[in-house]
């Protein structure tokens, strides 16, 4: 279920990534145009928006415990994005305009989004991503935790690592 939940998300995620780098560009390019710098008028603002992006990208590919569909979803829809692009432009072109369409027409057939689809690739290929962790793994048991917690009791926590080390044989 975390797999199809993935996958799903990444459809949604993958076209906003787009349209927020297009958004960013547009406005960088309009400073540019204007002669001001980034750190003037809207440009905090859309460095911000890039840095939102970069963040995004690296929380899905990152994470060793996320479905790899959703970096697989993300890649799928910005690699068929600017595929798309490529081939039927005039299909991008009748899409609504939001804001960041017009920067992400520019960038799209340019292929600035293919080393960002080879990123979100990677993580389908790493095969400890497939299946999950088992129970126990990573976290204490509860004697282990609570061990020396009341004191010198060198009888108890005796008894508590043997009953430990008796648990692990079997």
Do not use: C, K, N
């Not at 790899?68 to 991008?92: D, E, I, K, N, W």
Request: aromatic share 6%; proline share 6%.
């Amino acid at each position: 279920m975390r797999h199809f939940v993935g996958f799903l998300s990444g459809l949604i995620v993958g076209p906003v990534l787009v349209l927020v780098t297009g958004w960013a560009f547009s406005h960088l390019r309009g400073l540019h145009t204007a002669g001001l710098g980034v750190l003037q008028g809207a440009g905090p603002l859309a460095v911000a928006g890039l840095v939102g992006v970069g963040l995004l990208v690296a929380l899905a590919a990152v994470p060793a415990r996320l479905t790899p569909m959703l970096p697989f979803a993300m890649a799928l829809t910005v690699g068929a994005l600017s595929a798309v692009s490529l081939v039927r432009m005039h299909l991008l072109e009748r899409l609504p305009q939001v804001p960041g369409t017009e920067g992400a027409l520019v960038l799209l057939p340019l292929g600035v989004f293919v080393p960002l689809v080879v990123v979100l690739l990677a993580p389908l290929f790493v095969g400890g991503r497939w299946r999950r962790g088992r129970e126990g793994e990573g976290s204490t048991e509860e004697e282990e935790y609570f061990e020396g917690l009341y004191g010198d009791d060198e009888e108890g926590a005796r008894s508590a690592s043997a009953a430990r080390a008796a648990r692990h044989r079997v």
